[in-house]
């Protein structure tokens, strides 16, 4: 009886901590449609309701009247900021969507930034056109598991951006032009997150030309867990008569220091292509531009993560090859938007490139290939 009664008493204590593990999971809103006891509330912010409390939204008027479009953009001229969002937390940003003026300029001069839970460095701080998923100022219609582009400069991001006390975003015009900005911003609050959840950070990088030898750094050294999400890299072929991509991905973690332990076999090979790049979009791989000057590639590392405990560095090689001599080193044009995951307080982004160094020798089709 005794063993009896001790079984029960270990199969109920069983079933009460599954099910207080089930209620502390959070609710998955892409595969549980049906729940709607979640916690969660629904908010979204633009320009028609900046703040995105309830009740606040659609107040502005038109020439038709009050609740008419009557905020739907604002006019950003040279030099002008505006603060997307103030959010006070808990709350997780679960879409973005953007549009804006076309030019490949705007694309790399117009800059925003995320700042998480009081911290007063940026965490996200990258060009709109690399953070939402296209190098070299190049607008390209494509979809994948993190982006969605139009041909017309409409673009989203899905990626969740959890916060646990306040998220701030702003947007900088450093192009030479007046441009409209239009945005929403979709999130919830009533999450329930933990303290070290981890917030996502995006950088912004760009050697024009890289150094021969010296691997370009997708992240460079980040020292404490973290999650490394993937990256939209471009590259402006310098050597049009050679191939340049047979550098390989390089993954420094957890005491790493001469020798990685993730190593890839080649660049394309690194965004899930073959045999060089071939402009096909995937869901968490390819190429949105492949062409003979420019590239523009991305890799997601969802199903598949990369994580670390302590600290994690992540390089990518430039080899070429040359039909005749093989394999050499070679120097490019290499810029790329990191994505990744880890905690705050958390270590400043480094220096960010001014707007002359991120706008140089942006996409332009050549004549020939206009014919």
């Given at each position: ?150 041909s017309t400069g409409g673009r989203n ?56 030898k010296k691997d370009f750094e997708l ?150 290939e206009k014919k």
């Amino acid at each position: 009886m005794r063993a009896t009664t001790i079984g029960k008493s270990i199969f109920t204590v069983g079933l009460g901590l599954a099910a207080v593990t089930s209620l502390a999971q959070p609710p998955d809103l892409v595969h549980e449609p049906y729940l709607l006891d979640t916690g969660l509330i629904s908010r979204s912010i633009s320009f028609e309701n900046p703040t995105g409390e309830p009740s606040q939204g659609g107040k502005a008027a038109s020439q038709l009247g009050p609740g008419r479009k009557g905020a739907p953009n604002k006019t950003l001229q040279p030099g002008d900021s505006v603060q997307l969002c103030d959010i006070q937390g808990p709350g997780t940003i679960r879409h973005i969507w953007m549009t804006t003026a076309l030019e490949p300029e705007v694309q790399r001069a117009v800059v925003i930034r995320a700042y998480w839970d009081g911290q007063e460095h940026p965490s996200i701080e990258c060009p709109i056109g690399d953070f939402f998923g296209f190098a070299h100022g190049k607008i390209m219609p494509y979809h994948s598991a993190v982006h969605s582009v139009g041909s017309t400069g409409g673009r989203n991001i899905w990626l969740p951006m959890p916060f646990t006390k306040r998220a701030r975003m702003t947007v900088i015009n450093e192009s030479s032009k007046a441009i409209p900005l239009y945005y929403q911003i979709d999130y919830t609050i009533g999450d329930k997150h933990p303290a070290d959840v981890g917030r996502l950070h995006v950088l912004f990088r760009r050697e024009n030309p890289t150094t021969p030898k010296k691997d370009f750094e997708l992240l460079p050294k980040r020292q404490q867990k973290g999650r490394y999400i993937g990256a939209v890299i471009g590259v402006r072929n310098l050597t049009p008569d050679q191939w340049w991509g047979e550098g390989e991905i390089k993954v420094y973690m957890d005491g790493d220091t001469e020798w990685p332990t993730i190593v890839g076999t080649g660049s394309e090979d690194y965004v899930g292509l073959a045999w060089a790049l071939q402009q096909t979009p995937f869901f968490y791989n390819g190429a949105s531009l492949a062409e003979k000057e420019f590239a523009s590639m991305y890799r997601w590392h969802l199903p598949d993560p990369i994580a670390w405990r302590k600290e994690a560095r992540i390089t990518i090689q430039q080899i070429a090859y040359v039909r005749g001599q093989g394999l050499t080193e070679t120097s490019d044009d290499w810029s790329t938007a990191t994505f990744w995951y880890e905690p705050v307080p958390s270590a400043a982004l480094p220096e960010f490139p001014d707007v002359k160094a991120r706008t140089a020798n942006l996409y332009e089709k050549k004549e020939d290939e206009k014919k």
